[in-house]
């Protein structure tokens, strides 16, 4: 990379990624057809940051480049990049090119590619690799798509639990052992291949090689299934601290690894989906298509237009209500609204906290108790503070009281909603993320109106 493209990408002060001034200078080298600036300008750029960048700039953009810079697209750019874009960034490459591609990537980065091919680029980027590799990657897609077996580097280093740290050196630098590009751990097997323990290669080069392995392995060591679910054995990994996690089959035998940077790729990916779920957006990105946009948000938002009208079932209840006091019209938003706001804050907390695992059948009750006496006391002080402005607002003291009793009422329900609701679902088996927020904001609704106008009605006619 050039001198003056350094700068341009080290010119605002940030932690990472690529900035503004550099995506528009590869914009204008995509403009004027350059392709040997665009080529130099990415010879020094992380294929994260590549990745990043196909994903910001538009569609026209994005081909055009792609059809200057060929043949500099590699694997690692492919596998770093959103899922949503990957199929039309792959699809734009030539057999040839997808195979160079993907190559030298480890197993795992091949599968997560090559599951989301047609059959036609499937059996190119499969005929392309190494016999043993294709083995491995074929394997690999057998499991299910959100096991540990799919998603496990089949890439690793194994030694019999007898050796010392002088022979695992020996056997590391030995001319005929092939190595994976980045391992952290040397994995013991019994002579059934049997994955009985790890070692850090930290303490491999710190120790005398008279010391045996079995010494100096790790108390963390534990083994995973390949049928285990990839995110149980993500936040395991975070839980314990790991950084290998072993993959066995039924009979133990080591078969794969899970490596923290991919168990972190998982956790985050998890989050994301959590968020947009609770948001009704589905698994969207901005490089979406304005129809699959369109078609992700449409349930969503037919599933809520439904609540609406249950809240709206209420409120004409109490149609003869409003009519006498139409006062009731102007608070009736702040008492759903408040209710809406603190069953969102308490699903949110409840739906992450199932999803970590923080949240079980054994604290379940405390926290549930927890969120009601949360929303009794705030309940409690928003009631006095919306009293006092109703009572003053409109000269009725007795209106301010039944604002105030009502914003209890219903910010204790919000609480007990926004945590049983997502427990219930996840007991029945439906995601909680998924489904959660429209029965919270149905029931916040729903109480809120009830208890505002029905007091009004008693209390005020």
């Known amino acids: 990379m050039t001198d003056s493209n350094q700068i341009s990408l080290d010119a605002e002060d940030e932690a990472f990624g690529i900035n503004d001034r550099f995506v528009d200078e590869v914009l204008e080298a995509v403009e004027n057809g350059d392709s040997v600036a665009l080529s130099t300008m990415f010879d020094a750029v992380h294929p994260a940051d590549i990745a990043h960048l196909l994903e910001v700039i538009d569609g ?43 190559r030298e990537l480890d197993s795992d980065d091949v599968v997560n590619l090559v599951e989301d091919l047609g059959s036609e680029q499937q059996e190119a980027v499969l005929d392309a ?30 030694a019999p639990q007898h050796w010392t740290v002088g022979e695992a050196i020996d056997f590391l630098r030995s001319d005929d052992n092939t190595l994976p590009d980045q391992f952290y751990h040397l994995i013991l097997v019994d002579p059934r291949m049997k994955a009985v323990g790890y070692v850090t290669l930290g303490r491999i080069l710190s120790t005398r090689r008279d010391v045996p392995l079995n010494d100096i392995s790790e108390d963390s060591f534990r083994t995973f299934n390949v049928n285990q679910d990839v995110e149980e054995v993500a936040n395991a990994i975070n839980h314990y601290h790991m950084i290998t996690a072993p993959v066995v089959d039924d009979d133990d035998r080591i078969v794969g690894v899970i490596t923290i940077d991919d168990a972190m790729a998982f956790i985050e990916e998890e989050a994301e989906e959590d968020l947009m779920r609770l948001a009704g957006v589905g698994e969207g990105s901005l490089s979406d298509k304005v129809v699959d946009t369109t078609r992700q948000r449409f349930p969503w938002l037919a599933v809520n237009l439904v609540t609406a009208i249950c809240a709206s079932l209420v409120i004409s209840m109490f149609e003869s209500t409003i009519t006498e006091l139409v006062a009731l019209a102007v608070l009736m938003p702040i008492v759903a609204s408040m209710g809406g706001n603190a069953g969102t804050q308490s699903l949110t907390v409840a739906v992450r906290a199932l999803a970590t695992r923080d949240l079980t059948s054994s604290n379940v009750w405390r926290v549930i108790r927890r969120e009601a006496l949360v929303g009794l006391i705030n309940g409690a002080i928003f009631a006095v503070v919306m009293g006092l402005i109703g009572a003053v607002w409109f000269g009725q003291p007795m209106l301010g009281v039944v604002i105030a009793v009502a914003m209890v009422i219903n910010l204790v329900v919000a609480g007990l909603a926004g945590t049983m609701v997502p427990v219930v679902l996840e007991k029945i088996g439906v995601d909680p993320a998924l489904a959660s927020g429209a029965f919270v904001t149905t029931v916040t609704d729903v109480v809120g109106f009830f208890a505002f106008l029905g007091l009004a009605a008693a209390w005020l006619l």
Do not use: C, F, T
Not at 63 to 78: A, I, Q, R
Not at 82 to 96: G, H, Y
């Open 60 to 102: 026209r953009s994005r081909k055009e480049l792609l059809s200057l810079w060929k043949g500099g697209l590699d694997g690692e750019v492919l596998s770093e990049l959103d899922e949503n874009l990957r199929e039309e960034v792959i699809n734009s490459l030539a057999p040839s090119e997808l195979v160079d591609a993907v």
């Open 129 to 158: 690799l190494d016999a043993s590799d294709r083995v491995a990657v074929e394997k690999a897609l057998a499991y299910p798509e959100e096991s540990a077996g799919r998603h496990m580097q089949v890439e690793l280093v194994r």
